[in-house]
């Protein structure tokens, strides 16, 4: 049996297949797609998205990255903080400690709230210093004061109230140099077990009296913790002048 002879417009082989130069990988396109794209995804965006732009490297936003037109974030909380409390008496020192930490957050735009930082440092430093002197200003006031129980005969003094009969109450006494300007001196003290003893007497036996001391310008008073003074008590007696002048020297002419 023979095959018919292939005429000119016969283009198939001989075992039956199209004729033509073969497809180098033996396929029309991969996977049966057109082509244009290896995946069956359009062309133009990498990971499936039509026309979308990636923020990152795997599709996301850096933390603390640009987030707006502006290219900044919020107002940096802790930078906030820190300006409250930079106003707070007893804690403004931490909020310059912060405002320091908030300086950092917002360098070069990372975040809003550059200024309360640095007002945070500055409000808080001198509200340091205001509290640190202030604690200065106290403990000298307070070991400057002197305490009934270290007075006796011939300290001068300086003291709120004294020559005031308006006052009730003497206070914030202070040892002075008698040749310095001073309120009063102490010419006698007593602590009380039962009556009192008068300032006049305790004075004379001390050497104030008339002999002594022109006391007829002055005026005698009792100093002690409690009016009228218990049992126990400590009573100092201190005269001064009347129209409530200084005195410029101790009133035994020595002294003390």
């Known amino acids: 049996m023979t095959t018919p002879p292939h005429g000119p417009g016969d283009q198939s082989g001989a075992d039956g297949d199209p004729a033509g ?47 707006g037109p502006s290219g900044s974030q919020g107002t940096d909380t802790l930078s906030v903080v820190a300006l409250v409390l930079s106003f707070t008496c007893c804690l403004s020192f931490v909020g310059a400690i912060l405002g320091l930490v908030g300086l950092g957050r917002t360098k070069e735009g990372r975040a809003k709230g550059r200024w309360a930082a640095v007002t945070a440092i500055v409000v808080g430093l001198l509200g340091t210093l205001a509290l640190i002197g202030g604690i200065v200003a106290l ?6 004061l002197t305490t009934l129980d270290d007075l006796e005969a011939g300290t001068c003094l300086t003291a709120d109230g004294l020559t005031d009969d308006s006052e009730e109450n003497v206070t914030d006494i202070r040892e002075v140099d008698c040749t310095e300007a001073h309120d009063g001196e102490v010419v006698a003290t007593e602590v009380v077990d039962g009556e009192p003893t008068g300032c006049a007497e305790l004075a004379s ?11 007829s310008r002055m005026t005698l008073i009792p100093i002690s913790e409690q009016v009228p003074p218990q ?24 002294a003390s």
């Open 205 to 215: 036996a001390e050497g104030y009296d008339g002999t002594n001391v022109d006391i």
């Open 139 to 144: 403990v000298t006031v307070g070991t400057s």
């Open 21 to 67: 130069p073969p497809s180098p990988y033996g396929q029309p396109t991969p996977y049966g797609q057109p082509g244009g794209s290896p995946y069956g995804q359009p062309a133009g965006s990498p990971y499936g998205q039509p026309g979308a732009q990636p923020a990152g490297p795997y599709g996301q936003s850096y933390p603390g990255g640009p987030s």
């Open 231 to 254: 049992d126990g008590d400590r009573v100092v007696c201190v005269a001064y002048n009347t129209d409530g002048s200084s005195l410029d020297a101790p009133l035994l002419g020595a």
